[in-house]
């Protein structure tokens, strides 16, 4: 991690120092307690991590990074790390969990290969998929929507972040191996659409594991020449809504409940839920307030 540390000279100027010319010491809670140069042991100071600047000799070489993570891993950390209006500050565990990151992509790509190109040869038919596989694909495309809305704004370090959740929904993908042909069918097709979703997003970030699973996975010969992800209106049409419900104006439940589900319908739901009921307490009802999608507030008299 490139802190800054430097002795002034004899001339009243500062001398600073590499951080492979320095020794660090730490006292037992793992803090930074003295430092001292590597050449002739004299005391140094220490000021911390600071912004990279050739001049104060506390930069990084991006070479030797490259050579023990990869271009992928530094591309996806310096990405991802600072908004691009902003300095990055260096983290060695940030390079790690970006390298983390890749891996686990390419762990996913490969435990599900056969699944993932089972999908791709299957018509999209969602309309017969099990709740969890439309909460997943939902959770998929809206972070697509949002990823494409941080790229037009150069939020760069957002569209990052947004490959790193559409990975972690794909993790939770429920198994099918043991239910209905059926549900396997769905999650074939989910796995086959949503890696190469990820794939896409993530390939002008870490461009060469993205051209690599897009061939190892049968999608085509270059990812360049795929369109760029969009989001499936249909994808992003929730079956359900959660409620919160207010007794007197405080929250005291939520009720997840149908679109379609009309004013009857959703004063039935929330009537039937057993932390409500104990709130109300057999008290008189004055006004039962409904807005549509967000909330209902009960009124007692």
């Given amino acids: 991690m490139p802190g800054l540390a430097a002795v002034q000279s004899e001339k009243g100027g500062i001398v600073y120092y590499a951080p492979e010319e320095i020794e660090l010491y730490h006292d037992a809670n793992g803090r930074i307690d003295r430092v001292t140069a590597k050449a002739d042991g004299r005391p140094v100071d220490y000021a911390g991590i600071g ?16 050579e023990k993570y990869g271009a992928d ?16 500050e260096w983290s060695d565990s940030g390079v790690e969990g970006a390298y983390r990151f890749l891996r686990r992509v390419w762990n996913f790509a490969a435990e599900n290969k056969q699944s993932i190109k089972d999908g791709m040869r299957l018509k999209p038919d969602w309309s017969g998929a099990a709740p969890a596989v439309k909460t997943v694909r939902f959770e998929v495309h809206s972070l697509i929507k949002q990823a494409n809305h941080d790229l037009e704004k150069f939020q ?22 043991s239910g209905p042909a059926a549900d396997k069918h769905n999650r074939h097709l989910l796995l086959g659409e949503g890696i190469s979703l990820l794939l896409r997003l993530l390939s002008p970030i870490a461009p060469h594991i993205a051209t690599c699973l897009w061939r190892e996975l049968g999608y085509g010969d270059d990812i360049l020449k795929a369109p760029w992800p969009a989001s499936d209106a249909a994808a992003l049409q929730q079956q359900e809504t959660k409620l919160v419900v207010q007794i007197n104006g405080k929250k005291r439940a939520e009720v997840t409940v149908s679109q379609a589900s009309d004013e009857a319908a959703v004063k039935t739901a929330v009537l039937a839920n057993a932390d409500i009921q104990r709130n109300l307490n057999g008290k008189d009802i004055k006004k039962f307030i409904i807005v549509p999608g967000r909330l209902v507030n009960i009124v007692l008299a």
């Fill in 51 to 66: 912004t990279m600047s050739k001049s104060k000799r506390n930069g990084v070489d991006p070479q030797a990074l490259i």
């Fill in 73 to 88: 891993t530094a591309r996806f950390f310096m990405m991802f790390a600072s908004p691009p209006e902003q300095t990055l």
């Fill in 156 to 177: 760069f370090n957002t569209v990052a972040s947004a490959c790193m959740k559409i990975l972690n929904t794909l993790e939770g993908i429920p198994a099918a191996e």
